[in-house]
């Protein structure tokens, strides 16, 4: 059998939401840019690199997760669905489901447009029974995909602990979107950072070879060469550390010196340790995460965890009916 054509469907938000994104953060009285930004073409590279690093246990953990749990997720999940993968990357923890769950599609969603082809072409070619779609989406600002097949069932999966990266009411809304995307009965399999150690937590943002950092300034990077701009990326240094008030890893980029940055005609004056927030990584128990679900319409079908509990993948099934004001 001969691979199957990819299906792509661009909806890339394109340079006028990176410029008008970039203008206003750096404008507002705490500066921040949206960690969405981190994904251009050679920022998925570097968080490809990122996650074989001997400091990063989260994607590890969480394929050793997978692979435990497939017996239990063929079970409960069943063949035939829609499997629609958010913030697909390089496609490779699907890979353990699709041979096991068998499911009728795959629609791979992420914002960066080359990575996401290249995958879902890879996809297609190692698995020529499915059928394999592409949506390049910011489905941080809604999820409006086109229609893929004809399969019954939708199930999302979320893995890498992305959810994080969200505020928890961001966090509601955008599982609200995927409760209304999956329908009735829909699923949604998703990956949870779970609250640690400290040292563990910032060795993992912090490794020692330096590619979270360069992952980091990678940003600034993508100002410099998508937009008018004279920012030098080596004038600002990483910095991530973790917020115990708030539970989340905290990323910023920290002017070396006092400087002025130019952005498309728009003048930023930095101080010595001036700091742009890039990044957010919320961490939960699991009963926390089950609450928030709960607010975005799921609940809690099964959860499973590593022994030291560092990391969980929780199946969440939509409710019959939403409630408007959770």
Not at 40 to 62: H, K, W
Not at 172 to 178: E, F
Request: net charge negative; with cysteine.
């Amino acid at each position: 059998m001969n691979p199957q054509a990819v299906t792509f469907y661009d909806a890339h938000p394109g340079t006028a939401d990176l410029r008008a994104e970039v203008l206003s953060g750096l404008s507002a009285e705490t500066r921040a840019i949206p960690a969405k930004f981190f994904y251009d073409e050679r920022g998925s590279a570097l968080f490809d690199r990122i996650c074989e690093l001997p400091e990063y246990y989260q994607t590890r953990t969480e394929m050793a997760i997978l692979r435990r749990a497939l017996a239990d997720l063929v079970e409960l999940i069943g063949p035939q669905s829609l499997l629609i993968e958010l913030g697909s990357g390089a496609s490779r923890k699907v890979r353990l489901l699709l041979e096991e769950l068998r499911p009728r599609g795959y629609v791979g969603v992420d914002i960066s447009k080359e990575f996401l082809l290249s995958s879902t072409r890879r996809l297609a070619h190692d698995y020529p029974w499915l059928d394999v779609h592409a949506a390049c989406v910011d489905f941080s600002a809604g999820l409006e995909l086109p229609a893929c097949g004809d399969a019954a069932r939708k199930v999302a999966f979320f893995p890498g602990s992305s959810i994080g990266n969200f505020d928890p009411d961001e966090a509601v809304s955008l599982l609200r979107d995927v409760a209304d995307m999956v329908g009735p009965g829909g699923q949604l399999l998703i990956g949870v950072d779970l609250k640690k150690p400290v040292d563990v937590l910032n060795a993992a943002y912090n490794d020692s070879a330096g590619v979270t950092a360069e992952f980091n300034r990678n940003l600034l990077q993508r100002i410099r060469q998508e937009l008018v701009s004279d920012v030098d990326p080596g004038s600002f240094e990483h910095y991530a550390f973790y917020n115990p008030v708030l539970s989340r890893i905290e990323m910023h980029l920290v002017s070396r010196d006092a400087q002025c940055v130019h952005v498309d005609g728009a003048e930023f004056a930095f101080e010595r340790g001036d700091s742009i927030h890039t990044e957010n990584s919320y961490k939960y128990s699991v009963a926390g995460f089950g609450a928030l679900a709960q607010r975005a319409g799921f609940v809690q079908q099964a959860v499973w965890t590593d022994d030291a509990e560092l990391f969980s993948v929780q199946l969440l099934r939509r409710a019959s009916r939403l409630h408007p004001h959770a």
